[in-house]
């Protein structure tokens, strides 16, 4: 698992897959990494919402 963190660093944006059914797809800025926790802004979905998969977002930065 921390291989696959390895890469992720703060103010890196990421999409997040979650699954309570439909599958959600989320566009969020990463603030902190500590350990096996990745710490992110502007995720819409419910505390203990499973998490399916962590993708790099392409292309140039969105503007917030």
């Known amino acids: 698992m921390a291989d ?3 890469d992720l660093r ?13 599958v959600g797809l989320h566009r969020v800025t990463i603030v902190a990494v500590e ?8 995720l819409e ?3 203990r ?4 998969d962590v993708k790099p977002v392409l ?4 503007e917030r």
């Open 35 to 42: 350990g096996p926790r990745v710490g992110v802004r502007d």
């Open 49 to 52: 919402t499973p998490i399916v």
């Open 10 to 22: 703060p103010g890196t944006e990421v999409l997040v897959l979650t699954r309570p059914n439909p």
């Open 4 to 6: 696959g963190l390895r």
């Open 59 to 62: 292309g140039p930065p969105s």
């Open 45 to 47: 979905a419910l505390d």
